[in-house]
């Protein structure tokens, strides 16, 4: 190990004491420049005991020659002078080493010639599982290893302040939460709360945002966009990835509160979210109409006649009488496959 490394290594053993160990999780599906800025902001945190694991989630695009290209600083900044954290993020970054590895765990490359801490873990998927379906790579190899108290489910179109990490374990260990979520601000208007939890209406078959911290009491989840969950969240199940999009948050949480997991939102904790991009607006209607069909039914099956009229009647009706044929056919079609049983990616 060159003298360098061996400093750094000594330096976070120092400092890492009595700090929980935290995996951070990204997902990336075919975004490496939201990814690469994520992480620029995520190896700029002040918290000193924490690893990276990237799941990659089938892209086959250049995403992870991209990622891996940044590791060995063969890419400049991908934090523009535009972004919230652009004064924070390390500017010489050094080398970081990683290993590369397919979704059993088998090695398909490494490089330790950089920085051992902290260390990012590389996966390779061929498959897009979806959104949790790929989180639950990441999960199940931080399992494997066994030597982490939390895990920081992180969307990749996001920047972090670098003192999020530490302000989530401070109040998730202060308030004896199992789940801890952040204060999610706007990218491009930072101070502007783009949300911070939600309730579920089961009346109306929707969720609505929380975005004032007096109404947090009232919270029935915290939003997925940047979510630290403890290992007894794991102890009997991952992440539900029976939806694939949306949706999967909410149902994660409802099932956190059933076992008995208190959770609650660290106001200090700041993460900026872009947003915006995914799927088109009629594919979203139709993972609206089934996944919270799906929910509901799951969860409280006696709302589900109240949850088939707001989709069905008026979500749908409303579409069809405003000319959006596309986005009321993508409504009927995913309340169908609902009954059908039909999960997972749209077919």
């Not at 939201?34 to 799941?55: A, G, R």
């Not at 302000?167 to 783009?194: F, M």
């Not at 709302?303 to 579409?319: D, E, G, I, Q």
Request: aromatic letters at 14%.
């Amino acid at each position: 190990m060159p003298l360098e490394n061996a400093f750094t290594l000594a330096y976070y053993t120092i400092m890492s004491s009595g700090h929980p160990k935290v995996y951070v999780l990204i997902l990336n599906y075919k975004g490496w420049q939201d990814t690469l800025e994520c992480l620029e902001s995520v190896y700029s945190c002040s918290y000193p005991n924490f690893e990276v694991v990237v799941i990659d989630n089938g892209s086959h695009d250049q995403s992870l020659e991209k990622i891996q290209a940044w590791t060995r600083g063969e890419l400049e900044s991908q934090t523009p002078q535009s972004s919230p954290v652009f004064n924070s993020v390390k500017k010489n970054r050094s080398r970081i080493s990683h290993v590369f590895v397919d979704e059993q765990g088998a090695l398909l490359g490494e490089d330790s010639g950089g920085d051992s801490v902290p260390f990012l873990t590389l996966i390779k998927s061929e498959t897009d599982w979806g959104c949790y379906g790929g989180y639950n790579l990441g999960i199940r190899a931080c399992l494997k290893k066994g030597d982490f108290e939390y895990l920081w489910i992180l969307n990749n179109d996001t920047a972090v302040h670098k003192d999020s990490l530490t302000h989530l374990v401070e109040q998730a260990q202060k308030n004896s939460w199992g789940l801890c979520g952040a204060r999610i601000d706007e990218y491009n208007q930072p101070g502007t709360i783009q949300g911070l939890a939600g309730r579920f209406n089961p009346f109306r078959g929707r969720n609505t945002e929380i975005k004032d911290e007096a109404q947090l009491n009232n919270m029935d989840y915290i939003t997925g966009t940047a979510m630290l969950a403890s290992r007894q969240c794991f102890s009997s199940s991952l992440l539900p990835d029976e939806y694939f999009l949306y949706f999967e948050d909410v149902d994660f949480c409802y099932g956190v509160k059933a076992a008995g997991i208190r959770f609650g939102v660290a106001m200090e904790s700041v993460v900026y979210h872009k947003g915006g991009k995914g799927s088109s607006s009629a594919e979203k209607e139709y993972y609206f109409a089934r996944n919270i069909l799906h929910f509901v039914w799951k969860y409280m099956p006696w709302m589900l006649p109240f949850s088939l009229w707001y989709v069905l009647v008026h979500r749908a009706a409303l579409k069809l009488f405003t000319g959006k044929f596309r986005m009321a056919g993508s409504l009927f079609q995913g309340a169908v496959d609902f009954l059908r049983g039909r999960l997972g990616e749209r077919i």
